[in-house]
């Protein structure tokens, strides 16, 4: 592998000028937006049926979310893959990189399908402690159903992270767009026309799901596209291809696992709270998405531009992007976060909660804001930089180190032995964050991470 650096100090080349960053970066917080959007809708929806499905749902998501998080590790994997051969124009090689991701992540996927079926007793009552016998019923019947979504959303995060790679996120926009239509509308149907209780919610999702996987694989057979995949039911191995993109996927995935196996564990300490601390936990975490969504949509953007830098060996460029990106991510979180603040109060009477339930949710809603404004976008967003560079063991050392040690540990010291119940979790959550920011501050004022690139 060859590398040559290069720095410049004239702008008029860069890869990315202010339109073409805006035309990824809007998409992208559109899509976030919908999705977010659908999530809390659905919250929403099933918070009719009562407080025990809208704990019982919250509690397999957080499972859900986990593998999600897992695919979608593996798709940023082949992006980087794909945006540093796109970056060296190698466009053969970062086509077959689009293929490898496509077919691997997929049967990676019915494998951990099955097994979450095999293991679904293990999941209801060993992962999520004892719950109540009617949080337990709402649980079973949603992983029954949303376990099937496992290959699908597998398929879709590997379309979608590839069109990102090339710079086209208003494809994956416009599929989960229709994606979501067809999630809400079958939520109404079903929850309010035939007043299906947890079902209502997750039949949607499986068939949206399966929608958005087929049409976004189908545009990605079109050989128009810079990046498209090989039109064919057989697949052979690639393993250097492969290799490549695991080297940046399986690190991303054991931290965004590991990440997500954590907020499991607490989430058992959170259930002994009580109903009402799951509920409001639930509510927390779908509004503190919201306040997340600029710079969950950033981070996406982040890997395509930083990508291709990396593979034009210009980490001059790469530097001047993260700065701006950074920048983009404090600015737009502060506007997302402030508007969220002021509409509240009608977020929660949308929600229909007890009294003692919205207090806490509204308390730990301010706390997580104020907090991200100012910490998250050095202990989330820079880490996506080192990703995009080829450097994602650091991320994935610093950022377990700190979730087992910070955000765990932290969680029973206030949350149980302080007595501050479920706050306590969510102000672990805020300590652990501050250990991230430094630790990926320094690592880039050290500069190792330039040398990591993957092709």
Sequence with gaps: MSMIIKTTTDKSGYLFDNKALAAL????????????????????????????????????DQVMVLLINIFAALATGGAVVAGQYLGQRKWEAACGSAT???????????????LVYGGKYVILHGVFGKIEADVMHHADVYLTIVAATIPFVAMYSAGAAIFRAMGNSKISMQVSIIMNIINVSGNALLIYGFHRETEGVAIPTLISRIVGAVIVVALLCN?????????????????????????????NGLENSMFQLGKIMVLSLVSTFGTYAIAANAV?????????????????????????????????????????????????MAIMIVGV??????????????????????????????SAIIVWPAAFTLPSTFRASGDAKACMYISMLSMWIFRIVFSYILGKYAGLGVFGVWAAMVIDWVFRAVCFIVR??????????LV
């Design 25 to 60: 970066i809007i998409p992208l917080i559109i899509e976030q937006f919908l999705a977010i959007l659908v999530g809390m809708a659905d919250s929403i929806m099933i918070s009719s049926v009562g407080e025990a499905a809208v704990s019982g749902v919250s509690l397999v």
């Design 341 to 370: 603040f002021l509409i509240l109060p009608l977020i929660m009477r949308a929600y229909g909660l007890s009294d003692m339930t919205a207090d806490v949710a509204r308390k730990i809603v301010y706390f997580h804001g104020i």
């Design 100 to 114: 490898q991701l496509v077919w691997f992540i997929t049967l990676c996927a019915i494998v951990i399908t099955a």
């Design 223 to 251: 050989e128009k596209h810079p990046l498209h995949i090989k039109r064919s039911w057989r697949y052979h191995m690639d393993w250097l291809q492969v290799k490549k993109i695991l080297s940046v996927g399986v690190p």
């Design 284 to 332: 927390s975490n779908a509004i503190a998405l919201f306040q997340l969504l600029p710079g969950l949509a950033i981070n996406l953007g982040v890997t395509t531009v930083i990508a291709r830098c990396v593979g034009a060996g210009d980490y001059e460029q790469v530097r001047y992007y993260n700065k701006k990106l950074l920048a983009i991510t404090h600015t737009s």
């Design 444 to 453: 880039y004022c050290g500069g190792k991470w330039r040398k990591q690139a």
